[in-house]
Every structure is written in C-alpha cells, then in structure tokens.
C-alpha cells in the first residue's frame, strides 16, 4: 500500500470503463454522458463518503489482500483500510473530471472554430480576459491551497465527511 498509485489508477480506469461500458450504445449522446458523468460523481460520493459502502467495496477478501496496510511505526492504528481510503479519497473526483472534459470536448473544439472568425481585436481581447481570470484563478489556488503545510492542506480537501476511521 505504500505504492497506492498503480492500484489507485488501475481502479479508477476501471470505472470509467464500466461507465462507458454500461449503455455503450447511449455514449455519442451529449445528454446520456452527461447522465453517465452526473451518475459517476453520485457513486463516487456514496462509495467514500458512506463508510459502510466503502467498507463492503473494499473490505471482501481478496480486494482487501490489495489495499489493506498495516503501518509498523503506529501500531494504534487498528484500521487498515485506513490509508487506502485517505490516499485514494485525495484523488477520488479526478478522474470524473476527466470525463466530464472529455465528453465537453467537442464543445470546446466547436467555440475555438467560431474564435478563429472573429476580428484580431476581439480576439486578444477575449484571450486577455481569459488570461485575467485564469491567473486570478492561479493566484487564489497558490494563496488558498499550494501554500498551505500538509496539516492545513490535508484539513481543506474535500475528503470523508466526518468519518475518522
């Protein structure tokens, strides 16, 4: 468990081909991904933020064999699905992120060939707005979050609400 990132990334490839996969057939629809996207984010809410959930998707067997860690230095610590659901809660909305962009895509590809006809002027007019809120953007992330040590970092991510295990 202390190299948690294959694992993580294998389990989170996983579910985004299970939510390709289910209605396959729906996928070329904007409305059904966006359904499938809305529906992801629900079941990743429910499997980390509902403890008897998280611990019947990774507590049987031989998944647990996989996650389980038991730290030597903190023998106090009892729980050993402890870490995995720290470690992989951190990055737990990711890669729902990710589908949610891929499936605007298109979206975006179609903006950027109606920006390609407007006049040079409003051109970079548009691309120093966008500059000014996205580095207002970057500014408040390194100020809020970047800056912060670990204790104070760890306290502001959205991880479980109210379950210490």
């Not at 629900?42 to 990774?58: G, K, N």
């Not at 009892?78 to 895509?105: K, N, Q």
Request: proline share 6%.
């Amino acid at each position: 468990m202390l190299y948690y990132i294959a694992p993580m990334h294998t389990l989170f490839t996983l579910f985004v081909w299970l939510a390709l996969r289910v209605g396959k057939g729906l996928n070329q629809d904007s409305r059904a991904i966006a359904a499938k996207v809305l529906g992801t984010l629900a079941c990743v809410v429910l499997l980390y933020d509902v403890e008897p959930v998280f611990r019947a998707a990774f507590g049987w067997p031989p998944l647990r064999q996989l996650v389980a860690f038991h730290d030597p230095l903190h023998p106090e610590f009892t729980d050993e699905l402890h870490e995995w659901h720290f470690r992989s809660g951190l990055d737990r909305y990711i890669w729902v992120f990710g589908m949610a962009c891929a499936a605007g895509m298109p979206a975006l590809e179609r903006a950027f060939a109606r920006l390609d006809a407007v006049q040079p002027r409003v051109f970079w007019s548009l691309v120093a707005a966008a500059c000014a809120v996205l580095g207002g953007a970057l500014w408040l992330y390194a100020d809020e979050v970047f800056l912060l040590d670990k204790y104070a970092y760890n306290a502001k991510h959205p991880r479980r609400a109210g379950w210490q295990p």
